[in-house]
DNA sequence: TCTGGGGTCCTAGGACCC
DNA sequence: TCTGGGGTCCTAGGACCC
């Protein structure tokens, strides 16, 4: 068991979860959709098997839903978000180092493992089993010397039905991975999106493992360290660490469509109100404060023969604050100021920036942290924190004459905006 | 021969992820 | 008619400071 981290992945969440409560949809094509039930953000195996693609808006399918049958469901987020830390408390019994990576994603840390799981693929089975006979969700299982091998073996336990959904790649000869990663297309590897991927295929590196043998050096010269990295960890050198402390959300948006458009400002004030009111409790809910936010509002850019106009604003804050009715109204005041009559508006939502956790005393530093005054010096600290939580998260300021600290982000932006429109027409 | 250099902060834009 | 909602990081370039 020498492969280093595991990735374990739940087939179509949001399908699986629905599955799940209610046996009658399985083996049905299925689609969840999102907000206003505008796309599919979901698909099952049937319906990917159609060649629907994530996202694709919900009234270009009728006809193949109605063709094929295709239930759609809207989605119910609260439902997904309790499965997903179900699913995580179970495969914390298997590794004290878990990072849960999206809603339905974790990686583990396999060090030290060794010697409790004949092989890392009946650990994998095991995980399998348990999560579908206490959750009936299934679940895929990839091992690799990396992070990003691991994502690659999951997706091969995904898509090729030999592995009985788990693959581990440090089982494999390396004539097996070469002849394994040469029928991968490029685009497949995590950290190789549709830009760089097209890129890569005009280079002529059209599978993985094209990509393995490209020398590092190329990838960072064409497309910077984050390819560099992709690279050598193809090749099986670690370079993304386990991050088990969820790091604090450096920024909190909150934004959402309208169902039907919107042309006066009371309408998009409810809604502004509301986003910043869920953002704020997001913020709250990690310890933070923000000292500026941004409100911004569009509209449809998919309506082309209506004129356009999109704009935003950032309005910074006396003090950073977490306080609801305080950032409501700082929101609002910026919001009537991008505001034009005479658009039809379809989105609007607010970003939180410049957060900062929350100010602590001196005392509550040392005490949280033991440092201790006199033996560990001032910048010494600073740095450890600012480590812990990113640069420039801890400065000094004097406060009277006694010496504070503050743990904050040093954000005084002025207030501005952007913006693009066209002519404002009359609208009835 | 000879032009300032080094460092930080901030923004916009582009790429990626789920 | 109807087209998601979040996040992250990196880089280049300008402003500004000493």
Redesign the pocket.
Known sequence: MNSRFALIDVNNFYVSCERAFNPKLENQPLVVL???D??A?ARSNEVKTLGVK??T?W?QLKDLAKKHHIVALSSNYTLYGDMSDRVMTILRDFSPNVEVY????CFLNLNGLNSLWPSATQMGQTMRQRIHQWLGLPVCVGFGASKTLA?LANHIAKKQPVFNGVCDLGLLSSEQIDALLSNIAVREV????????LKLEAAGIKTVQALRNTPTSWLRSKF???MERTGNELNGISCLALEEVTPP?????????FGQ?VYTLPELSESVASYVSSAAE?LRGQQSTCDAIKIFVHT?P??EKDPQYSNSITIPLPNASSDTRLLIRAALFGLERIYQPGFAY??T?VMLIGISSIVMSQGSLFKEYGADEKSIKLMGVMDQLNRRYGR?TVSVFSAGNQKSWIMRR????PC?T?KWHDVPVAYA
């Open positions: 999102s907000n206003n505008g796309c953000v994530m996202a808006p009234f999206s809603i339905d994603e994502k995590w950290g190789v999106g549709s830009r760089i991927g910077g360290v984050v959300r450096k920024q909190i948006i909150s934004s959402r469509s458009l997001k449809n998919f309506r379809k989105k939502g420039n040093k954000i005084m932006s501005y952007t």
